[in-house]
């Protein structure tokens, strides 16, 4: 049973960054796809961005597309989130996930998820 740890969030003003880490363990890694969702108060949980195996393949909400970028360290066990630009509409919970496939475009068959990281975005 893997288990995902996310670490990083905090507060920051508006335009600052944040980089979020999600480390696994006690299961496979490098062999799924991993990415990261987003839940505001009051919200659904909504999909941030994905990573392929390898991490050749990105993907990320148009929300997110060209301040967010997701990485991965296979040797590490660990996934990346670095946040750039934030913006208040940021504010949320973030969590890491494992999908139980090697590349997912919206990170679908989502098989284990971390506990959360609060992000909030001051103005």
């Known amino acids: 049973q893997v288990q995902l740890v996310e670490s990083g969030g905090g507060l920051v003003q508006a335009g600052g960054s944040l980089r979020l880490s999600c480390a696994a363990s006690g299961g496979s890694f490098s062999i799924y796809a991993m990415g990261w969702f987003r839940q505001a108060p009051g919200k659904e949980r909504e999909f941030v961005s994905a990573?392929?195996?390898?991490?050749?393949?990105?993907y990320y909400a148009d929300s997110v597309k060209g301040r967010f970028t997701i990485s991965r360290d296979n040797a590490k066990n660990t996934v990346y989130l670095q946040m750039n630009s934030l913006k208040p509409e940021d504010t949320a919970v973030h969590y890491c996930?494992?999908?139980?496939?090697?590349?997912?475009?919206?990170?679908?068959?989502?098989?284990?998820w971390g506990q959360g990281t609060q992000v909030t975005v001051s103005s």
């Open positions: 990573i392929s195996l390898s991490g050749i393949s990105t």
């Open positions: 996930a494992r999908a139980e496939r090697p590349y997912t475009s919206q990170m679908e068959g989502i098989g284990s």
